[in-house]
């Protein structure tokens, strides 16, 4: 931590054991509650903006994040917010599937890759030039609604602010039998080859050839250099496998699929994603909740990196627009919930193997069609070309199922 940032730490507190009673905690105008993806990334969204300079902001996570928990991949066109930390960018992708293989050429999207360790370091550089900004690493306990205010119980000390951005999903949400719940669960292994094997200018967007036997499965392959390559194998099913059967995909894949027998891991993640089309609250009060927490998750593809984006430049226009951050309305969101909960049904009944409808959509749409589809950016003829080009009937009937479920 360097020193123009003011740090509370909760076991150095000089006066650890004085409580702050709720009619007097440290008052803030806003309290960013989580600094991972959506925390941070709100904090550079009213950084950038320059509307901020005058307002006491305090962010709160019960960790430095310092290791490389996680990888974002995800798509846009030209230079985003982040782009200073995009660590590969591939504008040429495969998709693969049994019977059906081709190099897409995703212009003007670009698919591209931040290391999480890289994030978190540039987001908190630029947080830290900024005195008015408050770091404090303790353990959140409750957040809620007082009065006029809102409100962050952390490491025994009450804080209070006009309003309080939550990215903590402090319980697990209670979903609704007649919701779907799928979990995208994932495990990816950067591996190192001993001579040249990957084309760094192509990564692999998809690749259902791997069995389906636990369910949709699917590879990606995102090369960094001609040896080195993050190879992810990513399944959308009802439950976890065991750890090995993780392994054995991925080795399977590297071996059969891309050909290698000598490699060496390097770096592995694993994460689980949920899949559900639950509504997830985003505003409680005073209260927004933001990233997964706040619904950000995208149900029927597990993609949040770019929502948790759209959702902090949404609560920064919405602050300059109107001084308070409830404006969050998105046109077209109830179709593209409707779209999600009608493949989420899809998926969760098998009515048709998930390969299959991602095959038919990637051989019958230009591949930027189905990525701005995807973002929820489609208008309704460019989603009606899409409709047609899958089977029609199982999708009516899921379709309308969703309407009166
Ligand atoms: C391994 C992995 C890979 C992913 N890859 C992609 C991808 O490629 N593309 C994509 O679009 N999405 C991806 N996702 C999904 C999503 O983008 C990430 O999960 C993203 O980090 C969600 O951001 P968030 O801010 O909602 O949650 P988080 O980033 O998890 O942030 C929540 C923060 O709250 C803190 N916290 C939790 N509880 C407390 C508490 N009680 N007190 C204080 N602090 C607390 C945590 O320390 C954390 O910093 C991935 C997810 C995982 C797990």
């Known amino acids: 931590m360097t020193k ?4 509370f730490c909760v076991k150095a507190d000089p006066t650890p054991n004085i409580l702050y009673p709720i009619s007097s905690p440290r008052t803030y105008d806003c309290i960013i509650s989580g600094m991972g993806c959506a925390g941070l990334s709100l904090a550079v ?10 307002k006491k902001i305090l962010l709160i996570d019960r960790e430095e994040k310092t290791l490389n928990d996680r990888t974002w991949c995800f798509w846009e066109t030209g230079k985003g917010l982040f782009e200073d930390v995009v ?3 591939w504008e040429k992708v495969w998709f693969h599937a049994n019977g059906y293989s081709d190099l897409k050429n ?5 698919y591209k890759m931040i290391r999480g360790k890289d994030y978190y370091k540039y987001c908190l550089d630029i947080i830290q030039a900024h005195p008015n900004i408050e770091i404090l690493y303790a353990d959140i306990q409750r957040i809620g609604n007082s009065g006029s205010n809102a409100f962050v119980e952390a490491g025994g000390m009450m804080y209070s602010a006009a309003y309080v951005f939550n990215s903590i999903l402090f319980h697990p949400p209670v979903i609704s039998p007649k919701k779907h719940h799928l979990l995208q669960h994932f495990k990816g292994w950067i591996i190192e080859t001993k001579d040249d094997r990957f084309k760094t200018n192509e990564a692999t967007l998809m690749d259902f050839r ?3 036997e636990h369910g949709t499965t699917f590879v990606y392959v995102m090369p960094f250099s001609p040896r080195r390559a993050l190879v992810e194998y990513t399944l959308f099913s009802p439950e976890l496998l065991q750890d ?13 699929q891309l050909g290698i027998s000598e490699y060496v891991v390097h770096e592995q993640e694993f994460g689980v994603i949920p899949m559900t089309n639950h509504r997830f609250q985003e505003r409680d009060g005073r209260i927004i909740h ?3 927490a706040g619904g950000q998750t995208k149900p029927s593809s597990g993609f949040t990196f770019r929502f948790i984006q759209k959702q902090s430049a949404r609560i920064v226009q919405s602050f300059l627009q109107h001084g308070h951050p409830f404006d969050l309305k998105v046109v077209g969101k109830q179709r593209f919930d409707w779209y999600d909960s009608v493949l989420l049904n899809i998926l969760s009944n098998q009515t048709l193997d998930g390969w299959f409808v991602f095959r038919q959509l990637f051989k019958n749409n230009h591949p930027c069609r189905i990525l701005k589809f995807l973002d929820n950016e489609t208008g ?3 989603e009606m070309k899409l409709m047609y080009s899958l089977p029609q009937w199982p999708f009516m009937k899921a379709g309308f199922r969703e309407l009166y479920t």
């Open 4 to 7: 123009n940032i003011k740090t």
């Open 45 to 54: 969204h009213m950084i950038r903006s320059g509307a901020f300079t005058e």
């Open 87 to 89: 660590c590969k960018k």
């Open 106 to 110: 995703l212009s003007p999207y670009a």
């Open 210 to 212: 791997p069995s389906q």
């Open 244 to 256: 090995d059967g993780y392994d054995e995909g991925l080795k399977n894949y590297i071996e059969q």
């Open 290 to 292: 933001m990233g997964t």
């Open 380 to 382: 309704i003829i460019e």
